[in-house]
């Protein structure tokens, strides 16, 4: 039997594709990560087991290692059970995709991966910023604010790319980052857009600069996108809804 890693897509469940709710709901064994949305596991049948390997973030500690994750789905994958691995946006994307795929593989697993919206693109997306536009920003670079490794090379590197900068898991160094991509000098006036928990009914969005990413106040999950793109930021329903309320009618 095959092992499936599925992207989740970011929050909304129906945003998840077609082939992934199809196998979720076909599944015998589901494993699930922490940020998946828990809306995305209504397809899965009542007689599934369903595993969550959750980790916590706050300090980077785990109940369960990456090592005991890879063990878990060769375990089960050895029963011959149908077995999901559903993961957060894109299983690849900063997701250790690759690494549970290897591991299935060298135990003689087959495995199938069904890609998902990932949130470094849709989370965007439906917040009305296109990634790349003509004219604007023609190439965009996703990048993690998570590893303190060669930092300050890696950001300025970044800096000289130009284009659209989406940054995933940068909410605790956004100060250190927009420091440093400014003295690599990209201006303190770029258009900066935050959205946290987007595609999920807590989808906060924030307009704001370069200069002033560090004061602002984010909770995570969070994409950061830095560039003039950002400034195609639309205001959440629940913004307008409200402004158009209290705006003067005629
Ligand atoms: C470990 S990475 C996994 C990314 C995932 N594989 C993907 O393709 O979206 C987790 C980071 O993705 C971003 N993220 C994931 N889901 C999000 C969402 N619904 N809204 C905003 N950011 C999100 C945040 O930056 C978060 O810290």
């Not at 990560?33 to 599934?48: C, K, M, Q, Y």
């Amino acid at each position: 039997m095959t092992v499936y890693l599925v992207g989740a897509g970011p929050g909304d469940p129906d945003l998840l594709t077609v082939k992934g709710a199809r196998v979720l709901a076909a599944a015998d064994v589901v494993v699930v990560d922490r940020l998946v949305d828990r809306r995305v596991l209504e397809p899965i049948g009542p007689g599934a087991l369903v595993v969550d390997v959750g980790k916590t973030a706050h300090d980077g500690a785990s109940w369960r290692t990456q090592a005991a994750i890879n063990e878990l789905l060769v375990a089960h994958g050895r029963t011959g059970a149908l077995v999901v691995r559903l993961k957060g946006g894109d299983p690849y994307l900063f997701g250790r995709g690759a690494e549970e795929l290897a591991a299935l593989v060298d135990a003689g697993i087959e495995v199938e991966v069904v890609p998902g919206i990932t949130s470094a693109l849709g989370v965007l997306a439906l917040a009305g910023i296109p990634a790349t536009l003509r004219g604007v920003a023609s190439s965009v670079t996703i990048v993690s604010g998570h590893s303190a490794d060669g930092a300050e090379t890696k950001w300025r590197h970044i800096a000289r790319a130009g284009g659209t900068l989406v940054l995933l898991m940068a909410v605790a160094n956004r100060m250190r980052i927009a420091t440093q991509l400014m003295e690599a000098g990209v201006s303190a006036t770029t258009p900066v857009a935050v959205i946290e928990r987007g595609a999920t009914p807590y989808e906060r969005r924030l307009a704001s600069t370069l200069g002033e990413l560090g004061d602002l106040h984010v909770e995570a999950p969070a994409v950061i996108v830095v560039g003039d793109v950002a400034s195609h930021l639309v205001r959440s329903d629940s913004e307008a809804v409200l402004s158009a309320a209290l705006s003067p009618t005629e």
